[in-house]
């Protein structure tokens, strides 16, 4: 069984949280550049969170926006697993 991505939009502050977890105390922080936090499993390093800092406004430029991380995604399977 593969991780699940969820998204969500904070409007107010302008923040894009990419999650496969809800965030918890326990996670170490780390600046990716380019506006990105990921919060990271404190075991393994894994990132389990992100946080792309003003979202909102990446949308308006013209050049490609890059998340300075590498994954490896596969589609979900049909029976909802």
């Known amino acids: 069984m593969g991780t699940r991505l ?3 939009y904070d409007r107010e502050a302008y923040i894009l949280h990419i999650d496969t ?9 780390e600046e990716c550049g380019d506006e990105v936090i990921a919060r990271l499993n404190p075991d393994t390093g894994a990132v389990e969170n992100l946080e792309v800092l003003f979202f909102s406004t990446r949308l308006l430029r013209s050049e490609l926006f890059n998340l ?3 994954a490896e995604l596969w589609p979900a399977s049909r029976d909802g697993a």
């Open 68 to 70: 300075p991380i590498t």
């Open 21 to 29: 977890c809800p965030p918890y105390a326990e996670q170490e922080s």
């Open 6 to 8: 969820t998204f969500a």
